[in-house]
């Protein structure tokens, strides 16, 4: 199924952004993977430089889910890399959103799969096994939960609280 694009969502529910349902992430993100469009439902995880529980996350089958990852803003290490993508590519998941940075650029970007985050560094996370799983986010301006859906293009990221259609 084609992503939906997020232009013609906004200029189709105009209310749904007025009222708050359709949020606008602000444009923070930088295009990784091989995936330039992706949607689905969100599961939302929150860590701090830390890459174990991001991990194991992306090893449970995705369903064309997207993970939303709040690293925190953190630019000091990288908390998600190419094994990972690779494994997250293979059980399905749709996309990756990390609200902090993202190593083996090369490699992420030949994977089927779409993901954004804010920059690269080549320095890997801590490995605690510290975060938590489908905690209320706030990231790029906004507020996300767990099983609202995801609409990324090239354009921008859309978070709303049902799933839409044109």
Same mark, same amino acid.
């Given at each position: 199924?084609? $992503? ?24 923070? =993100? ?7 469009? =992706?949607?689905?439902?969100? $599961?939302?995880?929150?860590? =701090? ?7 194991? =996350? ?34 399905? /998941? ?22 954004? $985050? ?30 609202? /859906? ?17």
């Amino acid at each position: 199924m084609a $992503a939906l694009a997020t232009t013609e969502i906004c200029d189709t529910y105009p209310n749904l952004v007025d009222n708050g349902e359709l949020k606008v992430l602000q444009p923070i =993100f930088q295009i990784y993977g091989g995936r330039q469009a =992706f949607s689905g439902p969100i $599961a939302t995880l929150k860590v =701090f430089e830390d890459n174990v529980l991001l991990r194991d =996350f992306l090893e449970e089958r995705g369903n064309g889910r997207v993970l939303v990852v709040d690293g925190g803003g953190s630019l000091r290490c990288a908390i998600l890399g190419g094994n990972v993508v690779v494994s997250a590519q293979n059980n399905g /998941w749709s996309g990756i959103i990390v609200n902090g940075c993202i190593r083996d650029v090369d490699e992420i970007n030949r994977c089927d799969i779409g993901v954004r $985050a804010l920059a690269s560094n080549p320095l890997k996370a801590n490995k605690k096994g510290v975060g938590e799983k489908y905690a209320p986010i706030y990231i790029a301006g906004q507020r996300i939960l767990t099983g609202e /859906w995801c609409y990324v293009d090239s354009d921008g990221i859309l978070v709303s609280q049902q799933e839409l259609s044109l």
